[in-house]
């Protein structure tokens, strides 16, 4: 069995940074596709930021102020968001595919104008 645990959302003034985590836990390997999607209020949950075996893919609206990055040995995946935007306020969360989708709970994020 696979756990996600996230953690790192919060409320955050237009232009700041946040860095949310993903602790994933049970039969992890280091080729296993993770990544952040987030789902604003009557929106469909949409892609943010991928990482298989290192190589990354951005959605085209966080392309230069997200970054997505791996620790391997803490099977942890990170989101550093910067320059954040009031269009960025969703409840953010990490996927991991292992045989199947494990998602974690969930993160709010609130960017203030």
């Known amino acids: 069995q696979v756990q996600l645990v996230e953690s790192g959302g919060g409320l955050v003034q237009a232009g700041g940074s946040l860095r949310l985590s993903c602790a994933a836990s049970?039969?992890?390997?280091?080729?296993?596709?993770m990544g952040w999607y987030r789902q604003a209020p009557g929106k469909q949950r949409e892609l943010v930021a991928t990482?298989?075996?290192?190589?990354?893919t951005y959605a085209d609206s966080v392309k230069g102020r997200f970054y997505i990055s791996r620790d391997y040995a803490k099977n942890t995946v990170y989101l550093q968001m910067n320059s954040l935007t009031p269009e960025d306020t969703a409840v953010y969360y990490c996927?991991?595919?292992?045989?199947?989708?494990?998602w974690g709970q969930g993160a709010q994020v609130t960017v203030s104008s």
């Open positions: 049970g039969n992890i390997f280091s080729w296993n596709p």
């Open positions: 996927k991991i595919v292992q045989r199947r989708e494990y």
């Open positions: 990482i298989t075996s290192g190589s990354t």
